[in-house]
């Protein structure tokens, strides 16, 4: 009988050294066999008001909540080695379908083993379901109950992307982490269409999890594995699981033993968990009753994290944070909460206060390419001529590799005259400021203080 430690070892699990545990097993882990049926394990463990602070166990490796997770979109950080990205600490990185699935394509990536693979990334990754791609950057999208064609921004080929085929390319691509497709409301929106794009999102949702439970067998992990008859006996598990807090909720609705194994389950090394997890997203634009609403029936589906999603597409920031807030409430408190695409270092700090443990944005990686930095004395704009002659550090509070190295007048100097280097380094120090910001709000939650909350994240414009 092969156990999974050898299957690891001979390269039947596609996650190299962060899959195997390294760490000792700390409170609240539960024993490997039972780690080998779960998608992810979420724990939280200090909370302050609203806020907490946590641990997300994926099939590649542990998070610490709340997160932020920068943006690589073609399987790449623009600018940025993977080393490199090991080294800031980043724990997991977002991938978009849409612009995989364009570009190279779903296919050579899971016959390429997956993401992490491909990309020799092997931390957890997520990837979102395509939808606010489609409704952002395609062209002549058209939308029916079935899904969305849409024409690529790349070529203008027309494309369909429904919740079976964006399950279809997440399961291909390999995340841990995989969303359910959505609508992503427009905004403005009138009452009736908000309603009407809100429940297309919830039907959708249902079809999304079906799929899912159907196919997740099919992720690219360990694809040489034995059969799970050959690891466990007669025994089937179910991975469409996860243990929350102690709590079991069997998501598929299925007791343990019915229902298909996953044929690769098994290639998951000790001390990881085995598939993937897919996450329902909320929708109901800026109407509070409807995003309770839109939280509640999505809870009543039944997914092993949340997603709040429609925010930030161009409605004022206050209302941001009331719509997040009159969602959270209704969400399970001891699940993960997702908030998507938000926001600038202080926003990422509101919204973990407001109960927030996952975040994404691309924001400090595309600000940085324009020469926009974020530092604790406020923002710069690095190709302004006041800094040519400025022989300072880029931010004096900040000890990333680049602003213990380099003077601003250099970083001027390397925007100025258009050098690679410049994104580079501007990617660098930017996610260190994110990572920082969020690790202080982290710490600050643990500690239970309050006060300290909000300092020493404050990037508002430099006087
Ligand atoms: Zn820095």
């Known amino acids: 009988m092969k156990v999974s430690g050898e299957a690891h070892r001979e390269g039947f699990c596609s996650a190299p050294a962060s899959c195997v545990r390294t760490r000792p097993p700390t409170r609240g882990y539960v024993p490997e066999l039972q780690f080998q ?14 806020a907490r602070a946590g641990r997300l166990l994926t ?9 932020f997770m920068p943006v690589g979109t073609l399987a790449s950080v623009k600018g940025v080695p993977q080393d490199v990205l090991e080294d800031l600490g980043v724990q997991i990185l977002l991938g ?20 992490h693979q491909f990309m020799s990334w092997p931390r957890a990754v ?31 080929s027309s494309h369909f992307f429904s919740p079976e085929s964006a399950m279809e390319a997440q399961i291909g691509l390999g995340a841990d982490i995989i969303m359910a497709f959505d609508e992503c409301t427009e905004y403005p929106a009138e009452p009736a269409r908000v309603r009407e ?81 897919l996450f329902g997203i909320v929708q109901g634009g800026m109407d509070a009753k409807l995003r309770k609403e839109s939280a509640e029936r999505t809870v009543e589906i039944a997914f092993p994290g949340y997603a709040i999603g429609g925010l930030s597409v161009g409605e004022p920031r206050t209302v941001t944070r009331e719509i997040v807030e009159a969602t959270v409430e209704h969400l399970p408190s001891d699940q993960p909460r997702y908030l998507m695409g938000v926001g600038t270092p202080e926003e990422i700090a509101e919204y973990a206060n407001l109960g927030i443990d996952m975040m994404d944005c691309v924001l400090p990686t595309r600000a940085a390419r324009h020469g926009l930095l974020f530092t604790s004395e406020g923002k710069i704009s690095i190709k302004q001529a006041r800094y040519a002659g400025d022989d300072g550090p880029l931010d004096p ?67």
Not at 37 to 50: D, H, K, N, P, Y
């Open 126 to 156: 997520l990837t979102d379901s395509g939808g606010f791609q489609v409704f952002s950057l395609s062209q002549l999208r058209k939308v029916t109950e079935e899904g969305v064609t849409f024409r690529s921004h790349l070529d203008g």
């Open 397 to 463: 509070n900040c000890a990333c590799r680049v602003c213990t190295r380099y003077r601003r007048a250099y970083l001027r100097h390397l925007y100025a005259s258009n050098e690679v280097l410049a994104q580079v380094l501007n990617t660098v120090h930017n996610l260190s400021f994110y990572l920082d910001t969020i690790g202080r709000v982290r710490h600050s939650i643990a500690l239970g203080e309050k006060a300290s909350f909000l300092s020493g994240v404050r990037s508002a414009p430099k006087p």
């Open 96 to 115: 978009n379908t849409y612009h995989l699935y364009l570009r190279p394509g779903v296919e050579r990536v899971r016959r390429l083993g997956g993401l």
């Open 197 to 277: 794009s809100m429940e297309m999102t919830l039907r959708w949702g249902q079809r999304s999890k079906k799929y899912f439970a159907e196919h997740r067998h099919e992720v690219p992990w360990g694809r040489q594995s034995p059969a799970p008859s050959a690891q466990y006996g007669a025994k089937k598990v179910s991975s469409f699981e996860v243990q929350v807090s102690g709590k079991n909720h069997a998501i598929n609705g299925k007791p343990e033993n019915e229902g298909s194994a996953p044929a690769h389950v098994g290639a998951a090394a000790p001390g990881c968990p085995a598939t993937q997890a």
């Open 59 to 67: 099939p590649h490796g542990e998070i610490e909540t709340p997160v």
């Open 37 to 50: 049926t779960m998608s992810i394990q979420f724990r939280v463990e200090s909370t302050m008001g609203a």
